[in-house]
Nanobody, 116 residues
Framework: QLQLVESGGGLVQPGGSLRLSCAAS????????MAWYRQAPGKQRELVAS???????NYADSVKGRFTISRDNAKNMVSLQMNSLKPEDTAVYHC??????????WGQGTQVTVSS
């Protein structure tokens, strides 16, 4: 059973930076898309960024130019570098991974709070 372990969340001031990481273990197949979603209180979960196995990336308009997603296929890890953070980036960030045609796997989430 594939498991995802996220790390790197926390409290940061506006304009600051954080780096989230997600490590996948136990996969029996090739990991295709790796992505980060977020969910703020009272709002729907939204896609922040995704990256394919050949490193094609996609970003939400709200984070373009500030966030960078990357992956290490050898380690089955995906990271999200978040710069110039804003209060509206405050949310629980979830890692998502797809393997073959199976339903996506989700991490437990890590809290990111941007506040002065």
């Amino acid at each position: 059973q594939l498991q995802l372990v996220e790390s790197g969340g926390g409290l940061v001031q506006p304009g600051g930076s954080l780096r989230l990481s997600c490590a996948a273990s136990g996969s029996r197949g090739r990991i295709n898309i790796m992505a980060w979603y977020r969910q703020a209180p009272g709002k729907q979960r939204e896609l922040v960024a995704s990256i394919t196995s050949d490193s094609s990336t996609n970003y939400a308009d709200s984070v373009k130019g500030r966030f960078t997603i990357s992956r290490d296929n050898a380690k089955n890890m995906v990271s999200l570098q978040m710069n110039s953070l804003k209060p509206e980036d405050t949310a629980v960030y979830h890692c998502q991974v797809t393997v073959g045609v199976l339903p996506p796997y989700w991490g437990q989430g890590t809290q990111v709070t941007v506040s002065s």
